[in-house]
């Protein structure tokens, strides 16, 4: 379980960094975040595969996030696939996917569907048995959406206590984990909040899109319990007008949301072309708000590896 950066420049591709794009890979699926042009070549240097993203979730429809999906979808048409793939963005998303789909001639067999996710305040997208995945809307020149990957951890049984109250090992203690009470061997009712600890903390992992800071989603990054947060730092701080007249973020910015949401993991992503010969201000900038703030802070690079750990 891991996270990895495939690119992480922001509106131009740059010598070192490729336009957006991350893919979660977490119990068996990739999530990608972001497609931007050259996202399947930098694949190749990854063990992410094209074939086993089912889901890809578009923070806005600017190209540095969106161009490399016509690409990636007909390499995927190229190679066989058959599955369905789930494409999730901001209002407008489908239209600009079916121009995509309309690019020159290809052999896309399967299904794209698309999901246009409104704007106006956070939602519940998609969720299977073991994780959730939100979206919140976040302040960009453009209509852009942030997301929220949860893990979902089940409640832990306490098998000792369990054991104290007389319960039939076996099917009984799996009825009590999935929430049904059971009759104790000297016929007693037993409830699940009887035997059930509070499930164990799970990953959760925020990430901002292009966005001007906000401290609301700083404050819903909390409410979840986030443990890390990918945020856009396209300029050093002594570039907060730049970022303020581009609707985009500073490292200090980053900083302060990730404080906001008691995140222990802040990743800075998106990182302008003008710090492609030198990041020296920026790296410096990082060190001592890093030091002053007592954050795990990492600058993205593309191709880099951030493991999960499980049960964080
Ligand atoms: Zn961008
Ligand atoms: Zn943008």
């Known amino acids: 379980m891991k996270i990895v950066f495939l690119g992480t420049g922001a509106a131009v591709p740059a010598k070192n960094r490729s336009p957006t794009s991350i893919a979660i890979k977490f119990n068996g699926e990739t999530f990608l975040f972001d497609c931007g042009e050259g996202t399947q070549r930098q694949m190749i240097y990854t063990d992410v595969s094209p074939m086993k993203i089912d889901n890809i979730f578009i923070t806005h429809l600017h190209g540095d996030h969106i ?3 016509p690409g990636l979808l007909q390499s995927m ?24 789909l309309n690019m020159g001639y290809h052999s896309i067999n399967f299904q794209v569907n698309v999901y246009e996710i409104p704007i106006e305040k956070p939602y519940c997208i998609l969720e299977s048995e073991s994780y959730k995945i939100y979206s919140y809307p976040m302040e960009h020149s453009v209509p852009t959406l942030g997301y929220v990957f949860k893990e979902k951890k089940k409640p832990q049984l306490d098998i000792k206590r369990a054991i104290e109250l007389g319960i039939n090992v076996g099917p009984d203690l799996k009825k009590l984990k999935e929430g049904y009470s059971v009759v104790s061997k000297d016929g007693r009712k037993i409830h699940p909040e009887d035997v059930l600890l509070p499930p164990k903390r799970g990953i959760s992992i925020g990430y901002s899109g292009d966005t001007l800071p906000l401290k609301d989603f700083g404050k819903f990054l ?8 990918i945020h856009e730092a396209t300029f050093d701080s002594s570039k907060k007008e730049n970022a303020f007249e581009t609707m985009h973020s500073t490292i200090e910015d980053a900083v302060n949301i990730g404080t906001i949401g008691g995140v222990e993991e802040l990743i800075l992503t998106h990182i302008s072309a003008r710090y492609d010969d030198s990041m020296e201000v920026y790296l410096n900038e990082v ?18 590896e951030f493991p999960l750990k499980k049960g964080k």
Do not use: V
């Open 67 to 69: 161009l490399g999906i």
């Open 77 to 100: 048409g190229f190679n066989g696939r058959r599955d369905h793939i789930n494409i999730y963005g901001p209002p407008e998303t489908e239209g600009i996917i079916n121009g995509m």
């Open 222 to 229: 909390k409410s979840l319990d986030c443990n890390i947060l």
């Open 287 to 304: 060190i001592n708000l890093s030091r002053e703030k007592n954050l795990n802070i990492t600058i993205a690079e593309d191709l880099m």
